[in-house]
């Protein structure tokens, strides 16, 4: 088929012309998974998009892996209704509240630093329109996990990339440099309670598929996980295919539905293993759907 013949099929915005089967510029009586029409849903089920981030408050910036707040509405509007419940284990500053306050859900958010869920805690007390209620908890999600009473439609989050942030590689070694100048944090915490501070590998997917198994409890029936994570590359070279060996233990308990990836087109080049050896520029994330089905 050639771009002409396609073009018959698409409209300007590059979306499917085929409204006798599907009136996708409406909202559908069926549709119980969101408040999208065809149209916004279609947008959302393309596997990759450009975030680029908006600027971060001061308070914001001492995080060393924030999260768009773009990022949260586009999945918490995908996979949640109006005044659905949104869980977050691993809140960093609280983006995810944030981006649920302005899509109108409520949410619980646990993070264990306390200077980040202080931070959390006043962007969540932000006056706003619409009328949600945000949770804040500091606390190690383990502990705080197994408390929770409520049930939610939705997890989105994104735990530590397993040690990344206390190795000099590349471009982590130039960001810390820069943060460090700058007199900004360059790892979360010195605590042992923090999964970045965990050395070996297997021991961190443990403790990590562990959190997801205790998600999977509080999650209602047919609601979807979403984990934002990355593979990781070595100090030697080698690469640590997180994101892959995640989403393989995960796949056992739920179902695996795609991975949508988070594309950063606003991250500075460097000329790592030149002249000798292929170093990536790693400017993609793994958006990771699961979905709970008994
Ligand atoms: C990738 S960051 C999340 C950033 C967040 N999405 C945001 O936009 O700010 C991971 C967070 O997990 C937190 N963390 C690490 N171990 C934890 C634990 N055991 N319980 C709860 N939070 C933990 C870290 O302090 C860090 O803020």
Redesign the pocket.
């Known amino acids: 088929m050639t771009d002409e013949d396609l073009s018959d099929f698409l409209d300007s915005d590059g979306l499917p012309n085929n409204t006798e089967d599907v009136d996708i510029g409406n909202y559908h009586e069926g549709n119980d998974l969101n408040d999208l029409t065809g149209k916004e849903w279609i947008k959302f089920t393309k596997s990759w998009k450009i975030y680029r981030p908006r600027s971060r408050g001061q308070s914001?910036k001492d995080?060393p892996?924030?999260?768009p707040e773009e990022l949260v509405e586009d999945f918490v509007g995908f996979f949640t209704q109006e005044d659905d419940w949104v869980l977050?284990?691993?809140?960093?500053?609280?983006?995810?509240l944030v981006g649920c306050r302005s899509m109108g859900r409520n949410a619980v958010g646990?993070?264990?630093?306390e200077k980040?869920a202080d931070v959390a805690k006043d962007r969540a007390r932000q006056q706003s329109l619409n009328p949600v209620q945000l949770e804040v908890m500091n606390?190690?999600?383990?502990d705080a996990l197994s408390n929770l009473e409520r049930k939610f439609d939705y997890c989105l989050?994104?735990?530590?990339?397993w040690n990344m942030l206390k190795k000099s590689r590349g471009g982590v070694e130039s960001e810390h440099k820069k943060r460090e100048n700058e007199g900004l944090d360059t790892k979360?915490?010195d605590s042992k309670?923090?999964?970045?501070n965990i050395d070996d590998y297997e021991e961190f997917l443990d403790e990590l598929e562990k959190i997801f198994l205790d998600v999977y409890d509080v999650l209602k029936n047919e609601g979807y996980l979403t984990v934002?994570i990355q593979n990781i590359r070595t100090e030697d070279g080698e690469m640590k295919p997180l994101a892959w060996d995640l989403a393989s233990r995960l796949g056992e308990t739920y179902v695996l539905k795609q991975e949508k990836l988070w594309l950063q087109d606003d991250k500075p080049l460097g000329i790592w293993g030149y002249p000798s050896e292929y170093v990536s520029n790693v400017a993609h994330h793994y958006c990771l759907i699961f979905k709970k089905v008994e």
């Open positions: 914001e995080h892996a924030k999260f977050d284990p691993f809140m960093g500053t609280g983006s995810t646990i993070e264990l630093t980040y606390e190690d999600c383990r989050t994104s735990p530590p990339y979360y915490s309670r923090d999964l970045g934002v």
